[in-house]
């Protein structure tokens, strides 16, 4: 599990930033574990090292006291996603 950092903006729109860690990642989205929820249709960026991956939290579940996103990426056209 990769450290990450979270950014998004709450519904008041102040920017937010969480540390998280990678659960998992495939091409169609990712799987994080933060220690707050971030609301289904959130658009969030998750970014580690040079990477970085934008996408909207389909899920938000509560396990163990963490909780765990599920994240769609976004599609851009013309860009090639890892």
Do not use: F
């Amino acid at each position: 599990m990769a450290r990450v950092d979270v950014l998004w903006a709450d519904a008041d729109g102040t920017p937010r930033v969480s540390p998280a860690k990678l659960e998992d990642k495939s091409q169609g989205g990712l799987s994080v574990r933060l220690k707050e929820p971030i609301g289904v249709g959130a658009h969030i960026t998750v970014k580690w090292g040079s990477e970085q991956v934008s996408g909207i939290v389909t899920n938000c579940r509560r396990e163990k006291g963490d909780y765990t996103l599920g994240v769609r990426r976004e599609v851009v056209e013309g860009v090639n996603q890892k």
